[in-house]
């Protein structure tokens, strides 16, 4: 079981490439799956993302919906290692949801279950809960992915006292390049903040996204400003991760004051299952790319 402790990188020929179904915004469940299939991605990330994306809700959370789903995954040829569970650890009720969810996700045989780091306001009912989650996840062979949101960018010392403290425990980083980009509202790109944290990395997302307007709107990854190059020569260099998966909410577009507007009306099914291929073509040519020019196996 993966802990903060481990680094479990991977060379270029190994790691897995998977995308979530939050590409899929206003399809069902069947729909995205199919949609990431169709795409030719081997894995799949399903969201359960509060008041955002959910494609699966509390009232999926128990072992017949889990056992439904792994027959549609089995169906489309796609397996899941990570579970996008996104909520709001300090919320009044989380520790009860939090754990149906980890359940869900060991019954769908994940190895990773996602949600955010808290923003400091509720850091000490974030860290009081996360404790009592960690044990819970020990007991289930799950790691809790943290994940920087798009509305709060943590700082260094943040992570640094979080790992400390959660230190021998399952919980790690599960990284997402667009969120910084998001959260600093264009000013940050994420190489700098991913690197300290690589000896903790579980999970990383792919997100791309422009300045439109003055709004943020989801791109397909390769067409927006976060500097994927150079990420990915540093990534190739130095061991990638386990996972690397597409979190693409494409057309989705978010203000300065971090208010989301998905696209209305929904984006065809076929242009996002495009923009699927091509964010996938271009994550691998970054890799080939480096791997050529660095001559790593």
């Not at 056992?67 to 489309?76: G, I, K, P, S």
Request: net charge negative; aromatic share 8%; hydrophobic share 40%.
């Amino acid at each position: 079981m993966s802990t903060v402790q481990d680094s479990h990188s991977h060379t270029p020929s190994s790691f897995g490439l998977a995308a979530s179904t939050i590409a899929f915004i206003g399809y069902n469940l069947e729909e995205a799956v199919h949609g990431v299939a169709a795409a030719g991605y081997r894995y799949v990330e399903l969201a359960a993302i509060d008041k955002y994306v959910e494609h699966l809700t509390d009232s999926d959370m128990h072992p017949a919906r889990a056992e439904a789903v792994r027959y549609l995954l089995e169906a489309h040829g796609l397996e899941t290692m990570a579970f996008a569970a996104h909520m709001d650890l300090a919320s009044p009720g989380a520790l009860p949801r939090f754990a149906k969810r980890m359940q869900f996700a060991r019954d769908l045989g994940c190895r990773i279950i996602i949600t955010n780091i808290s923003p400091p306001a509720a850091w000490n009912d974030f860290m009081s809960n996360l404790q009592y989650l960690a044990g819970m996840a020990g007991k289930l062979d799950l790691v809790i992915g943290l994940e920087n949101p798009g509305n709060y960018l943590p700082a260094p010392e943040v992570y640094r006292a979080l790992l400390e403290t959660m230190k021998g425990s399952p919980v790690a980083i599960n990284f997402d390049c667009g969120n910084v980009f998001n959260a600093s509202h264009g000013a940050i790109q994420p190489l700098d903040r991913l690197q300290p944290l690589i000896p903790s990395l579980v999970n990383l997302h792919i997100k791309d996204t422009s300045l439109v307007r003055d709004r943020l709107r989801s791109m397909p990854i390769g067409e927006g400003q976060v500097d994927y190059e150079s990420l990915f020569k540093y990534l190739v260099s130095q061991g990638l991760p386990d996972l690397l998966t597409v979190e693409m909410p494409l057309g989705m577009e978010m203000d300065r004051q971090k208010r989301a507007y998905p696209p209305d009306p929904p984006l065809t099914w076929d242009t996002v299952v495009s923009a699927l291929i091509r964010s996938k073509e271009y994550i691998l040519h970054l890799v080939r790319q480096e791997v050529k020019k660095n001559g790593v196996s």
